[in-house]
C-alpha cells in the first residue's frame, strides 16, 4: 500500500534560519506529491505540489523537488518567520492505484523571534 | 468565493447523544472526505464519497455514518457508539485523482 513518512517534530528555529522537513513516500503507482500547511485551530491548506519525476513545487518561498530515485519530497525554505509556524502534512495521491489521499503524520514548526 | 464551509465550528454534546456535522461545497467537487484530527496526531480518514449517493468507510468508519444526497453535501453524524468522539473534524473535497484536496476550517467537537 501506499505509506508518507515525515520527520518527527516539533521542529524549532530562530528566524532567519533555512529549513528542512523530510518527507519519503511509498507507492504503487504514479503518485502526485504535496505538501500542506495547517495553522493553529485551521483546516489545512495546499502549500505546493509536485506531479511528476523532477517538478519543483514552490510557494511563498517554500520549495520541494519530487525525487523518483530517492522516492522523496523535502520541503525546504531558505528564511523562515514567525508567521511560518504552523504544522506541515506530506502526501500523494497515487493515479495508478487507489486516489484516496495519504497523508503523513504532520511535522510541527515553531519559529522563535 | 468557492469553497468548502462546515459549521458549527464548535459542538459540544453529552455522552449518548448522536451529532450531525455538517459540510457543504460550491466547488463542483466530485469527491468528499471526512477526516478526524486527535491533538499531535496525523489525519484519519472516516469516510469518504466519490460520487452522489455512494460512500465507502475509512480507516476508522465504526461510530460513524454519512450520507451523499447531494453533490455539494456530505454530512457526518458521530453516534453514540462512537467511544471517543471528541475530537477535531475535518471535511475536504477533491476534484480528480491527482488534484490537491481543499479543506474546510474544520468542527471542533466536544462530548461531556
Known amino acids: 500500500g501506499n505509506s508518507v513518512t515525515q520527520m518527527e517534530g516539533p521542529v524549532t528555529l530562530s528566524e532567519e534560519a533555512f529549513l528542512t522537513i523530510n518527507c519519503t513516500y511509498t507507492?504503487?503507482?504514479?503518485?502526485?506529491l504535496f505538501w500542506y500547511v495547517q495553522y493553529p485551530g485551521e483546516g489545512l491548506q495546499l502549500l505546493l505540489k509536485a506531479t511528476k519525476a523532477d517538478d519543483k513545487g514552490s510557494n511563498k518561498g517554500f520549495e520541494a523537488t519530487y525525487r523518483k530515485e530517492t522516492t522523496s519530497f523535502h520541503l525546504e525554505k531558505g528564511s523562515v518567520q514567525v508567521s511560518d509556524s504552523a504544522v506541515y502534512f506530506c502526501a500523494l495521491s497515487d493515479r495508478g492505484g487507489s486516489y484516496i489521499p495519504t497523508f503523513g503524520r504532520g511535522t510541527s514548526l515553531i519559529v522563535h523571534p | 468565493d468557492g469553497g468548502i464551509t462546515q459549521s458549527p465550528k464548535y459542538l459540544f454534546r453529552k455522552e449518548g447523544q448522536n451529532v450531525t456535522l455538517s459540510c457543504e461545497q460550491n466547488?463542483?467537487?466530485?469527491?468528499m472526505y471526512w477526516y478526524r484530527q486527535d491533538p499531535g496526531q496525523g489525519l484519519r480518514l472516516i469516510y469518504y464519497s466519490q460520487i452522489v449517493n455512494d460512500f465507502q468507510k475509512g480507516d476508522i468508519a465504526e461510530g460513524y455514518s454519512v450520507s451523499r444526497e447531494k453533490k455539494e453535501s456530505f454530512p457526518l453524524t458521530v453516534t453514540s457508539a462512537q467511544k471517543n468522539p471528541t475530537a477535531f473534524y475535518l471535511c475536504a473535497s477533491q476534484t480528480g485523482p491527482d488534484s490537491p484536496l481543499h479543506f474546510g476550517n474544520g468542527t471542533r467537537l466536544t462530548v461531556t
Open positions: 507507492a504503487t503507482g504514479y503518485p502526485s
Open positions: 466547488l463542483n467537487h466530485d469527491a
